[in-house]
T-cell receptor
């Protein structure tokens, strides 16, 4: 059974600081996703990582994938308040249409 | 394109009542899925479909039924609602990309917030 674990689950950051969210998963997969969710809203796709060593960047967020270690990271550079949200990683299953999600990381950025 | 739509947005049921959560997509996606979101547990897959007429169970299928008679629609039925089914329900759709390998990026609907008393 595929298990996905994120840490930390809660992250309180000061504006301007850097931090990393980690996503570990238990079995081999070739698809890793990062989503953002604002309070009371739906999920917004941030990144899709499909191969070992894949790195994608958008603004202050950068995601990477190490399939051998079964680890993905979401790095936040120089955090700003607008990044406050819940971030989920999700791992693709044996069939398309099946994702297993981590518990989510609630990120709060303070002035 | 409207994307993925869900109705209703909010619903309150009494224990034992039945209801159907509606989900539709207009992107001609083959794959559709239902998830529930509970605090501290992320999203958990209830049922999913790989095409019209084909459905399968996810991680937490008990108490829920699905069918997919068309590509566009994927309703979720609660047969006899229980307080443990109080949750936020998200429908999602994705595509394989056909001959070009797709990413299976799932596009989520706005969600249905369900309370069972």
């Amino acid at each position: 059974e595929l298990k996905v674990e994120q840490n930390p689950l809660f992250l309180s950051m000061q504006e301007g600081k850097n931090y990393t969210i980690y996503c570990n998963y238990s079995t081999t997969s070739d698809r890793l996703y990062w989503y953002r969710q604002d309070p009371g809203k739906s999920l917004e796709s941030l990144f899709v990582l499909l191969s070992n060593g894949a790195v994608k960047q958008e603004g202050r967020l950068m995601a990477s994938l190490d399939t051998k270690a079964r680890l993905s990271t979401l790095h936040i550079t120089a955090a700003v308040h607008d990044l406050s949200a819940t971030y989920f990683c999700a791992v693709g299953g044996t069939s398309y249409g099946k994702l297993t999600f981590g518990q989510g990381t609630i990120l709060t950025v303070h002035p | 394109n409207a994307g993925v739509t869900q109705t209703p947005k909010f619903q309150v049921l009494k224990t034992g009542q039945s209801m159907t959560l509606q989900c539709a997509q207009d992107m001609n996606h083959e794959y559709m899925s239902w998830y529930r979101q509970d605090p501290g547990m992320g999203l958990r897959l209830i049922h999913y479909s790989v095409g019209a007429g084909i459905t399968d169970q996810g991680e937490v299928p008990n108490g829920y039924n699905v069918s997919r008679s068309t590509t566009e629609d994927f309703p979720l039925r609660l047969l006899s609602a229980a307080p443990s089914q109080t949750s936020v329900y998200f429908c999602a759709s994705s595509y394989s990309g056909g001959a070009t390998r797709g990413t299976d990026t799932q596009y989520f609907g706005p969600g249905t917030r369900l309370t069972v008393l």
